[in-house]
């Protein structure tokens, strides 16, 4: 009885903290539409402005990938009124912070600077929107920095294949089937034509948001937001008629080599709705209930307790049209991937032959119940997730009413969704090998 009260206890403590989390915000169009949203909280002398920008690594013709993440980094090379390599210096002599991140959806450019900066902040992603110089030299030198980049974090970083090994897996002619940061061919292969023609198709105040969060007057805001943006011209509409995937109905086994690894990686690969579907938050309910955390139904069985396991988890990869769902897990010594790929299975077999217990169930919901709280925490969380629920999810209130979502799930409807999606002939088996077994 004891026990129960203290559970029944804590949930109402996280129920009372989740509804004391409400953000309030101000949303708008201009008339070029640039949908803009304002965030007042006046607690610290610090704004964030950021823009996040419909369009990611998917978007793309063939033969031209990677443009989104190549156009990242090109947009901070200057523009009309910010000399070429200047940007750092401009924000940083102001206390301020920048940075920016493309995934095949969107791309989100923000910074942080003390509030009697918000003027400049403004201006410079006006600067970026209208004014950016996008010539030879800047295209040149951009590509050999996404080069480098790709040298770093993909060719010579241990598992740094393993996104795309995924994507060309689960998809055969959605663009998912290419890494976000492209191939090097493709970049290599642009014209100067084709980015400025991707510039002007895509980074356009209609197929953008803004946000303005912190310590900001909300009348006073509204004016420089106008004052700075409203005489951008509108775009074109961006028209997305991507192809679609078949259903995989057969199991698929795919083995691949990283010479940057000595330990290989067994995985089990499902492609699943994007992240707008109802089941896409029941199979992020899924993951979190097999393998987050050392209490976790995968990591206490294959890691603890039976001990072939280093290393083990299970990933709701989201995404907009399609995501990707990895089971996966790092053998010790001779174990070898049949059997923790086997180890993995029967868990994710239990979830679709029984329902979860009550006292997991509840875990779970206490879990998202704190990360949602977590989310709404700082300046810069509210501003990434208004920006996000807007232009990716269409309803900028699931910052307040998301957990609501979380809290409707139940028991058998998780059942239900693993019987849907994570099925033995819906999957691909990933041998993610060491190079020198090529020969074994």
């Known amino acids: 009885m004891k026990r129960y009260f203290y559970l029944s206890l804590l949930a109402f403590i996280a129920f009372v903290a989740v509804t004391a989390q409400e953000v309030e915000y101000e949303e708008y169009d201009l008339d070029n539409g640039l949908h803009v949203i304002l965030h007042q909280d006046n607690t610290a002398p610090v704004i964030t402005t950021a823009v996040m920008y419909h369009v990611g690594g998917k978007d793309r013709t063939e033969g031209r990938t990677g443009f989104a993440h190549f156009f990242e980094h090109l947009l901070f090379e200057g523009t009309e009124n910010i000399e070429t390599g200047t940007w750092r210096e401009i924000v940083s002599s102001r206390g301020g912070i920048f940075n920016a991140n493309t995934s095949q959806d969107r791309t989100y450019y923000y910074v942080i600077l003390p509030s009697n900066n918000l003027q400049l902040g403004l201006w410079m992603e006006s600067e970026r929107m209208l004014h950016p110089i996008i010539d030879q030299k800047g295209v040149d030198t951009q590509q050999e920095v996404v080069k480098e980049e790709k040298r770093l974090r993909v060719d010579n970083s241990p598992y740094g294949q393993l996104l795309t090994v995924l994507g060309k897996s689960l998809f055969k002619v959605h663009p998912y089937k290419d890494p976000n940061i492209g191939y090097m061919e493709d970049l290599d292969a642009a014209t100067l034509e084709d980015v400025i023609a991707y510039n002007k198709k895509y980074y356009v105040p209609n197929n953008a948001v803004l946000i303005v969060a912190g310590d900001i007057d909300i009348p006073e805001t509204k004016k420089m937001v106008s004052d700075y943006f409203a005489e951008i011209p509108r775009g074109a509409d961006v028209v997305r008629n991507y192809p679609k995937e078949i259903p995989i109905t057969a199991e698929e086994e795919v083995t691949t080599y990283d010479p940057n690894i000595q330990i290989p990686l ?136 998301e957990i609501d979502i979380y809290r409707s799930i139940t028991r058998e409807e998780i059942q239900a969704v693993a019987n849907k999606y994570l099925n033995t002939n819906q999957r691909v088996i990933l041998n993610y090998l060491p190079k020198e077994n090529i020969d074994n």
């Open 266 to 401: 067994g995985g089990i690969a499902y492609r699943i709705p994007g992240f707008r579907d109802r089941d896409a938050y029941v199979l992020n309910m899924i993951s979190t209930y097999l393998s987050d955390g050392k209490s976790s139904k995968l990591y206490k069985k294959i890691v603890d307790e039976q001990k072939q396991g280093l290393q083990v988890g299970a990933i709701n990869l989201e995404q907009e049209d399609y995501g990707m769902y990895l089971v996966y897990a790092l053998p010790v010594g001779e174990t070898s991937l049949d059997v923790l790929v086997s180890e993995m299975e029967e868990e994710i077999s239990k979830v679709r032959s029984e329902l979860i217990s009550e006292n997991d169930y509840q875990k779970l919901q206490n879990k998202f119940e704190n990360n949602f709280v977590s989310s709404n925490s700082s300046i810069e969380g509210i501003t990434n997730s208004l920006a996000r629920n807007y232009l990716l999810y269409g309803d900028t209130e699931l910052i307040n009413k």
